[in-house]
Nanobody, 121 residues
C-alpha cells in the first residue's frame, strides 16, 4: 500500500509559477513510477506528466510541455511538479499517482486526494 498526499496548490496569476509536491508513505516509493494528472470542472481527468522510478525518463502532455517539469527525490519519497508560465486553462485539481507502469497512459494503482490550482487572468 502507498499513501500519497499532495501539497503546494493555490491561487496564482497568469504567467506565475507554483511547485506541487506529492509525499509518499508506505511501500517502497522508489519502486514506482509516478505521474501527475489534473481534472478541471466539467472535464475528464487528463494526464500531465510522468517520471519513471529512477527519474531518468519523463514524459509530458502537449499542453504542458516546456512549461512544467516533473522530478522526484527518492530519498525524501517525494515527487514534484514545477509549473511555470501558468495559464487560466491550467486551473484544475492536480493529483499524483503511483504505479508500476511504463508511461502516462496506463492504469495507476495509487492516487492522492488532489490539490487545487487556480490561475487567474
Amino acid at each position: 500500500q502507498v499513501q500519497l498526499v499532495e501539497s503546494g496548490g493555490g491561487l496564482v496569476q497568469a504567467g506565475g509559477s507554483l511547485r506541487l509536491s506529492c509525499a509518499a508513505s508506505g511501500r517502497s516509493f522508489s519502486g514506482y513510477a509516478m505521474a501527475w494528472f489534473r481534472q478541471a470542472p466539467g472535464k475528464e481527468r487528463e494526464p500531465v506528466a510522468f517520471i519513471n522510478w529512477s527519474g531518468s525518463r519523463t514524459n509530458y502532455s502537449d499542453s504542458v510541455k516546456d512549461r512544467f517539469t516533473i522530478s522526484r527525490d527518492n530519498a525524501k519519497n517525494t515527487v514534484y511538479l514545477q509549473m511555470n508560465s501558468l495559464k487560466p486553462e491550467d486551473t484544475a485539481v492536480y493529483s499524483c499517482a503511483a504505479g508500476q507502469v511504463a508511461g502516462l497512459n496506463y492504469p495507476y494503482r495509487y492516487w492522492g486526494q488532489g490539490t487545487q490550482v487556480t490561475v487567474s487572468s
